[in-house]
Nanobody
Framework: QVELVESGGGLVQAGGSLRLSCAAS????????MGWFRQAPGKEREFVSA????????YYADSVKGRFTISRDNAKNTVYLQMNSLKPEDTAVYYC????????????????WGQGTQVTVSS
């Protein structure tokens, strides 16, 4: 069983930055595609970003492209989401997800989920 633990969320002013981390345990991290999703109050969970298991491919939602950067450190079993130029509309609970496959672009593809970390961006 794979366990994912997110950290790094918090309250930040618009224009600020945060870096989310997701530490994985219980599986072979390098064989998983990893992704970040978010869910704002009253809205469905949406895709934010993903990285292939080989680190060669990264994917971003249009709403975060150019502002967010996903990366992974297979030696540390950790995936990161660097979030810059944050906007109030980025406010949500951010979830880390893993899939035992090449890529992860839909929430329905995920095999494992973290508990989520709150990101709040004030205007």
């Amino acid at each position: 069983q794979v366990e994912l633990v997110e950290s790094g969320g918090g309250l930040v002013q618009a224009g600020g930055s945060l870096r989310l981390s997701c530490a994985a345990s219980g599986g072979t991290f390098s064989t998983f595609a990893m992704g970040w999703f978010r869910q704002a109050p009253g809205k469905e969970r949406e895709f934010v970003s993903a990285i292939s298991r080989g680190r060669s491919n990264t994917y971003y939602a249009d709403s975060v492209k150019g502002r967010f950067t996903i990366s992974r450190d297979n030696a540390k079993n950790t995936v990161y989401l660097q979030m810059n130029s944050l906007k109030p509309e980025d406010t949500a609970v951010y979830y880390c997800a893993a899939r035992a496959g090449s890529y992860l672009l839909l929430s329905s593809m995920a095999d494992y989920w973290g508990q989520g970390t709150q990101v709040t961006v004030s205007s």
